[in-house]
């Protein structure tokens, strides 16, 4: 009788414990996001690595971040007849995004830090075509967020703000 008694006292305290555990997650805001509901931002790391974010007129365009890229899926071109003084002018920095695994190595190896990881994650589309290569010369491409990690002033926020 004492153990019959000891089990029923068990199991109400076990599901009682259970039970509290279950009411504090039920009071709990959800954590999951409605991607791609508006206004549903989700929080990023500082160090993200998702979409480059590039600053065409600091880039040199001396490669050398093309020369680090394990799977060489960044393209760059040159205007072989024109310069800036001394400066080559840039006319293509592509990167294929099909091929990269947003591994970083592009970035430390660029002398004047143009080429950042931003936290552009979103490369769904309709089409595979697209998205798939972006040109950052030709005003493809999430360039200067503002949510970058790297220059949190630069974005293309802060831009459009400063021109309105
Ligand atoms: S993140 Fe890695 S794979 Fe992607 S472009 Fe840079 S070096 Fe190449
Ligand atoms: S390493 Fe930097 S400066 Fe050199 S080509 Fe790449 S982005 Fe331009």
Redesign the pocket.
């Known amino acids: 009788m004492k153990s019959y008694l000891k089990n029923i006292w068990h199991g109400v305290t076990t599901t009682a414990k259970g039970m509290r555990l279950t009411w504090r997650h039920f009071m709990t805001k959800p954590t999951t996001i409605q991607y791609p509901d508006p206004g549903e931002e989700t929080y990023f790391s500082p160090y993200e690595r998702g979409l480059h974010e590039?600053e065409p007129e600091?880039?040199?365009?001396?490669?050398?971040?093309?020369k680090a890229c394990p799977v060489d899926c960044i393209r760059?071109e040159e205007d072989k007849g024109e310069r800036k003084g001394k400066q080559k002018v840039l006319t293509v920095?592509e990167i294929d995004y099909n091929k990269c695994l947003f591994c970083e190595l592009?970035v430390d190896?660029?002398?004047?830090d143009?080429?950042h990881m931003g936290q552009q994650y979103d490369l769904a589309s309709f089409d595979r075509t697209e998205h798939v290569k972006i040109d950052f010369m030709n005003g493809e491409g999430p360039w200067r967020t503002a949510k970058t990690s790297a220059h949190p002033d630069a974005g293309l926020r802060g831009h459009l703000e400063g021109k309105d």
Do not use: D
Not at 58 to 66: E, Q, R, S, T
Not at 109 to 112: D, G, L, N, R
């Open positions: 590039f600091k880039c040199i365009v001396c490669y050398l971040c093309a760059i920095y592009c190896p660029c002398p004047v143009c080429i």
